[in-house]
């Protein structure tokens, strides 16, 4: 499985990007998808999950309201909408798939499969 990040770039406090991860493989469909983000010196944190079918997603508590995960498995992609952008909001993102099929519970590093290779947010102030 391949993951392939793209959308991320620098952006004014308050607005918006779009993040996209195009995956490679079959099992796409059967795995729970997620974004993760890293700051400088901080450990990599989960932002937002999303079900093998959409029908579930979680999200970080600092990104509830303002971020929305979704997919589309026709096209084997997953997004992440991010709105009302901050500054501390600034970190590489990761678009990560499950280790498990089929699974949707605590989703953490532990638990990741395979790792897209991640895109830069800047959000200025």
């Known amino acids: 499985v391949q993951l392939q990040a793209s959308g991320g770039g620098l952006v004014q406090a308050g607005g918006s990007l779009r993040l996209s991860c195009a995956a490679s493989g079959r099992t796409f469909s059967s795995v729970t998808m997620g974004w993760f983000r890293q700051a400088p010196g901080r450990e990599r944190e989960l932002v937002a999950a999303i079900s093998w079918s959409g029908s579930g997603t979680s999200y970080a508590d600092s990104v509830k309201g303002r971020f929305t995960i979704s997919r589309d498995n026709a096209k084997n992609t997953v997004y992440l909408q991010m709105n009302s952008l901050h500054p501390e909001d600034t970190a590489v993102y990761y678009c990560?798939?499950?280790?498990?099929?089929?699974?949707?519970?605590?989703?953490?590093?532990?638990?990741?499969?395979?790792w897209g290779q991640g895109t830069q947010v800047t959000v200025s102030s």
């Open positions: 990560a798939s499950h280790r498990l099929l089929l699974t949707f519970v605590e989703f953490t590093t532990k638990e990741v499969g395979y």
